[in-house]
């Protein structure tokens, strides 16, 4: 038995594994401390009561001989699809029943995804990016390039920032972009999107926080962009839209344009998963009806108040920042030229507040940090105060 070498290449543990553990290490050594948690992008407002209702009354179903369920599509119900189908639809984007795949969330499916690739390709991931991107890659033993997303840039690298000398079989773009909280505009990703047709490359396009692009003229989905059927697959999450993280479901757009790659996918899923659980689905499914969309208006509507919150703080410290306005993320420069997790520990140590250090997205991130507006108002409130008293002269 010879072990996937490959993994000695990754970084020791996963960054957010290694976040929890510092933060547990700190709690232990200083229970009578308070600490607020502002680092993993992880909701704290319960599921909406659409959701909640839908949920009880499958659980019922599932209780009773004529409605109960065993194994269902591998690709997910045909209601959620077509749930799923209308949702894009109201963003003039048209899909076929069988170009959506019900999963259990987008990281799941980016990292599955690659069962689809020859280890040959070449990989291009912009520098800071949401770690999974990378370390799914070098699982598999496949080179990776990078793209540098920096301040000149506006953290929106494009293909105009390509090292000329560097191959892009697989693109990788998130938008609304995890850390940085950058959203392309339509241009910006019909450049992508070009580029990707004229290479013969596929995009594998992460829009899991769509649900915070408020502007109606920023791409929502990358199908809204002529071509990208020809060489995109889409990755979404109820995670952040409806408060899933825990309770698990996504969807993937594969279309049927990119060939063989809907078929091979169908016969992946089918082979390695068996579907996500009908009661699932069924609360997911109410996300898409009219409540269900009011409900979580309202959540997303109340994250986007705490970035504001932590913004304004931020502008008040003098503290430079981005993200916040389309994104649950705020991406910010550590003050007094810190490191990143110099920073990380001076704000556990000094304030009790938890963010994530921008260099566990990768080298560009050095030098900055991120923090989210999923916590409670009442603890970035009081997050705040404490920065406040650290920072503002
Ligand atoms: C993050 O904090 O970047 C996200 O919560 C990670 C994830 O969605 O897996």
Redesign the pocket.
């Known amino acids: 038995m010879n072990i996937n070498a490959n993994y000695d290449n990754l970084e020791q543990s996963y ?2 594994s290694t976040i929890a553990k510092k933060v547990n290490e700190y709690i232990n050594n200083n229970p009578d401390k308070k600490v607020i948690r502002l ?4 909701v704290t407002l319960p599921l909406c009561k659409a959701v909640t209702d839908a949920l009880h009354k499958a659980v019922d179903e599932m209780g009773v001989q004529s409605t109960f369920r065993g194994y269902g599509p591998e690709q997910g119900y045909d209601f959620l699809r077509e749930a799923v189908q209308g949702y894009y639809k109201k963003h003039s984007v048209n899909l076929e029943l069988d170009e959506i795949f019900i999963s259990d ?3 799941s499916d980016l990292g599955n995804i690659l069962d689809l690739f020859d280890t040959n390709n070449t990989v291009l991931v912009p520098d800071p990016v ?3 991107y990378v370390d799914t890659n070098i699982m598999a033993g496949r080179k990776v390039n990078f793209i540098n997303a920096n301040a000149e840039n506006e953290f929106l690298p494009g293909v105009k920032d390509i090292d000329k000398n560097v191959g892009a079989d697989i693109i990788y773009i998130c938008s609304p972009n ?2 940085t909280g950058a959203v392309y505009n339509k241009t910006q990703l019909k450049e992508w999107v070009d580029y990707a047709l004229e290479k013969k490359a596929v995009i594998l396009f992460d829009s ?1 926080y769509e649900c915070f692009i408020s502007d109606p003229e920023l791409p929502r989905s990358i199908y809204e962009i002529e071509g990208a059927k020809n060489c995109a697959i889409e990755f979404c ?1 109820l ?2 839209t409806a408060g899933f ?1 825990g309770t698990r479901c996504g969807y993937t757009i594969v279309p049927m344009n990119l060939g063989k790659l809907n078929k091979m996918w169908v016969r992946r899923q089918t082979t390695k998963f068996n579907g996500v659980p009908y009661i699932v689905q069924r609360g997911a499914e109410a996300v898409f009806t009219e409540e269900g969309q009011k409900e979580i208006g309202l959540n997303i509507a109340y994250y986007k108040n705490n970035a504001k919150l932590i913004s304004d703080t931020l502008n008040e410290c003098g503290i430079k920042h981005v993200g916040g306005k389309h994104s649950p ?1 705020i991406w910010l420069k550590c003050p007094n030229n810190m490191k990143s997790w110099e920073f990380f520990d001076y704000l556990l140590n000094n304030a009790q507040i938890v963010g ?1 250090p921008g260099a566990g ?1 990768g080298k560009n991130g050095e030098g900055y940090f ?1 923090l ?1 507006s ?1 916590g409670s108002t009442e603890n970035t409130k009081e997050a705040m105060e404490r920065l406040k008293k650290l920072f503002k002269s």
């Open positions: 960054l957010f680092g993993i992008g992880d969330g987008a990281k949401y770690p999974v995890n850390p899991a999450s995670s952040k993280t993320y994530t997205f991120r989210t999923f």
